[in-house]
Structure formats: C-alpha cells, structure tokens
C-alpha cells in the first residue's frame, strides 16, 4: 500500500479539494483507494460519505489517527492512501516527520500568489530534509494571469513542479458536493486532475 500526503501550510490553497480529486481519479483509473483526513474540518471524510450513496466507484474515507487509519485502509484492500492534512501541519514536528517518512511521494499544493508560493517552500525543504520524494501542484489556478508562469518559474528553484495547473473551476466545486471528482463528471478541471494523477501515478510506480 502507497500513502501520499496532500500537506500545504496555508489555508486556501484547496489541499482537501486536491486530496479528493486524485482520489476519485484513482478510482476511475481501478486503483483500490482510500482518504484518510486528519484535519479538524472533515471535508474530505464528509465527501466520501456522500459518495458513497452516489453512482460511483466507492471511496473509503477514515478519520482516525494516521498509522491506525492506514491499517485500517490496508485491511479493507486500498492500494493507495491519500492522507488530508491540516494547516500548519508542520507546527506539529513529530507528527508531520511520522507523516512524511511514510509517503511515497509528498504533494504541495498552492495557488499563484506571492504569500502562498513563499509558504510552501518551507514545507519542500522540511520534506528534502528528510529525504522524501515531493513535488509542487499549482491550485486554484486563475485563467490568463502572469503570475501563474512566475509562481512556476520561482518554485522550479526549490523543487519538482507538476506539469499540470489545476484551474479554479465551479465545476470541481460541483463535482465534490455531490461526492464525485471533476475527471467523472467532466468539464473544467477534468482535464488537468487526470495528467496530475497520472503524473503522480508514475512517481509512485503504481
């Protein structure tokens, strides 16, 4: 079983939206799968909830403390564990240490801004420091502005970036209140969640 985690130290850069969004990928792609969500908030928890009385490929979702609820996702034959974390998950030292030796691969998401992009370099660096395997996903991005190519081009600096931006879209929004991911009910996003999970997908050898 492969674990990634979806860590950003800033709220807003739409980590639980992202989470849920390569889960239900996953899912459309055969690979068994399971969200563990260990922030306060329980979105991505609720979100499985609801879809599991929706037409879809069923996405376990657990709460628990991460080692327990990743043996629980184990016993129930997920291949893939996409762990929600909470903001500043990194002002928890031994938690996010525990977290991040586990993963196969640490994805960051964040959108364009200056604030945000400067945040997240943090969190790569506390990542390369322990020798784990992470990479940067442009978020909520908007159409036709500049400063997405910048926020690119300063992130390249520290890290790996994926090739794909995910644009800030109603219809993921849509997609996940009725418990689905964009890539299943199409439209805008559809597109750019599938290359990230494919992308994500061979970094992890799955």
């Given amino acids: ?84 974390t909470p903001t500043a998950i990194e002002k928890d030292p031994e938690g ?12 960051i998401p964040t959108q364009a801004l200056p604030d945000d992009v400067r945040s997240v370099e943090t969190i790569m660096r506390a990542v390369q420091a322990l020798d784990r395997p992470a990479i940067y996903c442009l978020n909520r991005v908007k159409p036709r502005v500049k400063e997405t190519d910048g926020a690119r081009l300063r992130l390249i600096r520290s890290g790996d970036v994926a090739a794909a931006a995910i644009p800030d879209s109603v219809d993921v929004v849509r997609a996940m209140a009725n418990g689905y991911g964009v890539t299943e009910v199409g439209g805008r996003g559809a597109d750019e969640v599938a290359a990230l999970w494919q992308e994500v997908r061979r970094r992890i050898g799955l």
């Fill in 96 to 107: 996010f240490k525990a977290l991040v030796l586990a993963s196969e691969l640490v994805v």
């Fill in 1 to 84: 079983m492969k674990i990634i985690a979806v860590v950003s130290p800033k709220g807003g850069s739409g980590k639980s939206t992202l989470t849920r969004n390569l889960a239900a990928a996953a899912a459309g792609d055969g690979v068994p799968v399971a969200v563990i969500d260990t922030d306060a908030q329980g979105t991505s928890a609720e979100w499985a909830r609801v879809r599991a009385d929706a037409d879809a490929v069923p996405v376990p979702g657990f709460t628990a403390e991460t080692s327990a609820a990743a043996r629980r996702a184990d016993a129930a034959g997920a291949q893939l564990v996409l762990v929600d």
